[in-house]
């Protein structure tokens, strides 16, 4: 399928071989979560691949006493925003991959049963606009934001609608950040355009598969069923 450029679907042999036991219905809670880790931690090594550059951040020595240049990643002011609650299934993965401790942000979600909409109920970025006046010209600016990170990595396992996706990303863009990087576990053709195409220049978008049908339930078919259900052994939708 022709796809958004924005948009990178994994051909990792070793990934799509972990897809395609989480899809499986006899695959436990336990093995669920350590399916959705290493998946992520495979999404990860790629996005940041593309997304990251080094940067040298001094010098130190050896244990032999041979100087060297130490080396960071740039942009460093990047942070992790898992959208609960699935999202934080892929949490850990994503902060052991990187090399130093990155602030993580949390963005409450769900959709409506009857709309299928995005409803906020949390939301812990600082340095939000709504912190501003409503009759400070600043708070008409979304440049006037003073983003804590750069760069957002936001995670969320499935893009099914994409509507969850979208409002994210608006969240994000208002609050300043110059990219996001999203990474999904897996995602319908129409919830990865709408994720992609709601800020081309400032979006890309990882998964690992990307399924054709959204069903009446707003469900991905195939899919990997309701994944925050299978991860937290919650009563099933």
């Known amino acids: 399928m022709s796809l958004p450029a924005n948009v990178r679907i994994s051909t990792h042999p070793c990934l799509q071989a972990k897809l395609s036991q989480l899809r499986s219905q006899a695959t436990t809670p336990r093995e669920t979560r350590s399916l959705v880790q290493e998946i992520a931690s495979i999404l990860g090594v790629e996005a940041f691949a593309k997304g990251l550059q080094l940067a040298k951040t001094g010098t130190d020595r050896t244990p032999l006493g041979a100087e060297y240049d130490t080396q960071g990643i740039d942009p460093a002011d ?3 925003i898992p959208i609960l609650r699935s999202g934080l299934g892929m949490v850990e993965a994503l902060n052991n991959l990187l090399p130093t401790p990155v602030p993580i942000y949390h963005l409450g979600l769900f959709r409506e049963r009857v709309t299928l909409q ?3 109920y949390y939301n812990n970025l600082p340095f939000h606009r709504s912190e501003l006046s409503p009759a400070s010209p600043a708070s008409l600016d979304p440049t006037a934001n003073t983003a804590a ?11 099914a609608t994409g509507a969850t996706a979208e409002a994210a990303i608006h969240l994000l863009r208002d609050w300043g950040v110059k990219k996001v990087i999203m990474l999904s576990v897996v995602a319908s053709d129409e919830g990865v355009r709408r994720a992609a195409g709601c800020w081309p ?6 998964v690992g598969a990307v399924d054709a049908n959204v069903n009446e339930r707003g469900m991905i078919v195939p899919g990997v069923g309701d994944i925050g ?3 937290f052994v919650a009563i099933g939708k």
Not at 149 to 159: H, K, W, Y
């Open 149 to 159: 990170a750069t760069l957002a990595v936001l995670l969320d396992p499935v893009i």
């Open 118 to 120: 995005p409803v906020e």
């Open 201 to 206: 220049e400032g979006v890309e978008v990882w």
């Open 229 to 231: 259900d299978r991860l």
């Open 78 to 80: 990047l942070a992790l």
